[in-house]
C-alpha cells in the first residue's frame, strides 16, 4: 500500500531539492510500500540489520517459509537449527523470539498504536531486546507510516548522501540538519529514494 503522503510529498522534494528531484526521476513507477502487518515489518527490519537488501530478502523467503502463519505463537516454537538454516544468526533469532513475546504480551498496544505518537511508540519499541533506534525508524517507517523518518545512523542512506551530494563520510552534523530541515515534513520519502539509487531492487519491510 502507498503512503497517502507520498504524491504530495513528492511534488514538495521535487521543488525543494534539485538533486532529490533528479533521483526521484529514475523511479517514475516505483514507491515505498507500507506493510499493515506490523508484526511482520518488526520481524523484517530486524532480518534486515547490517545486511544488504539481496541477503535480507533471501533469507526473509527462507524464514516466511517456514510456516505457513508466521504469528508470534508459531514462530516462538520454531527450534533454532530450523532458524539458522534460513541464514539467520543466533543473536538475531533471540531477537524475534523477544519481539515474538512482545507482541504476545502488548496486544492491546498493538491493537491501537495509531493512539500512540512516534515518539511513544519508539520508546515502547526500544524496550525489547534487540530493537534500537534504527529498527524502530525501520517500524515507524515502513509499517506505522511516518512520512518524517531522517535515519542518520543508517548507513546506506549516509553513503547515498555522500554520492549524491558530493560529501565526505563523516558527514557534518550540520549537513545532515540542513538537509533534515530541508525535507522535512516528507523525509520518508527522501530516505526511500535514496535506498532506491543505491540498491538493484526497492528496499521494503
Not at 502507498?2 to 513528492?10: A, D, F, M, R, T
Not at 508470534?72 to 533454532?80: A, G, H, Q, R, T
Not at 533534515?180 to 526497492?202: E, G
Amino acid at each position: 500500500m502507498k503512503p497517502e503522503y507520498w504524491n504530495k510529498g513528492k511534488i514538495y522534494l521535487s521543488n525543494n531539492d534539485k538533486i532529490l528531484k533528479n533521483i526521484i526521476k529514475m523511479f517514475p513507477s516505483e514507491n515505498l510500500e507500507l506493510n499493515s502487518n506490523h508484526y511482520h515489518a518488526l520481524l523484517n527490519s530486524i532480518i534486515g540489520q547490517q545486511i544488504s537488501v539481496l541477503a535480507a530478502n533471501s533469507i526473509k523467503t527462507k524464514f516466511f517459509n517456514l510456516h505457513n502463519k508466521i504469528v508470534p505463537n508459531n514462530v516462538l516454537k520454531l527450534d533454532e537449527i530450523s532458524l539458522k538454516n534460513c541464514g539467520l544468526s543466533r543473536q538475531k533469532i533471540l531477537y524475534i523470539k523477544n519481539i515474538s513475546t512482545f507482541f504476545l504480551e502488548n496486544k492491546k498496544f498493538i491493537t491501537n498504536i495509531h493512539l500512540y505518537d512516534e515518539i511513544s511508540i519508539k520508546d515502547k519499541l526500544i524496550s525489547i531486546k534487540g530493537v534500537g533506534n534504527w529498527t524502530a525508524d525501520m517500524f515507524l517507517l515502513f509499517s506505522y507510516g511516518s512520512s518524517d523518518i531522517f535515519p542518520e545512523g543508517d548507513l546506506g542512506f549516509i553513503k547515498a548522501i555522500s554520492k549524491f551530494y558530493k560529501k565526505k563520510i563523516p558527514i557534518s552534523s550540520s549537513h545532515l540538519k540542513k538537509l533534515k530541515k530541508r525535507w522535512s515534513p516528507y523525509s520518508s520519502i527522501a530516505t526511500w529514494y535514496l535506498w532506491r539509487s543505491l540498491d538493484p531492487i526497492p528496499i521494503s519491510y
